[in-house]
Nanobody
């Protein structure tokens, strides 16, 4: 069992920044990679960024590349998503997830947090 808790969401103006955190607990040693996904009302859940715990594999969606940075702190069992240059289209609920393998598909992730809301105003 793995538990994930996101935090750091909020309301910001376009061009602003937020730093999301995902604290993991439980059997985290069984999970190879961590990812961030987002879902806006009426839309499919989409991939944002992911990395393996060793930091040797990091991937971003084209829509956030150059603006978002994913990182991990093994000692704290925490994954972060630094979001800069936020746009209104980034508005969504953001979820962190854990996977036993490398994947960009939300269906491949085994554990999910409850999410944190990010709202970007124009």
């Amino acid at each position: 069992q793995v538990q994930l808790v996101e935090s750091g969401g909020g309301l910001v103006q376009a061009g602003g920044s937020l730093r999301l955190s995902c604290a993991a607990s439980g059997r985290t040693f069984s999970q190879y990679a961590m990812g961030w996904f987002r879902q806006a009302p009426g839309k499919e859940r989409e991939f944002v960024a992911a990395l393996n715990w060793s930091g040797t594999w990091i991937v971003y969606a084209d829509s956030v590349k150059g603006r978002f940075t994913i990182s991990g702190d093994n000692a704290r069992n925490t994954v972060y998503l630094q979001m800069n240059g936020l746009k209104p289209e980034d508005t969504a609920r953001y979820y962190c997830a854990a996977s036993s393998g490398i994947s960009l598909s939300p269906r491949s992730y085994n554990y999910w947090g409850q999410g944190t809301q990010v709202t970007v105003s124009s």
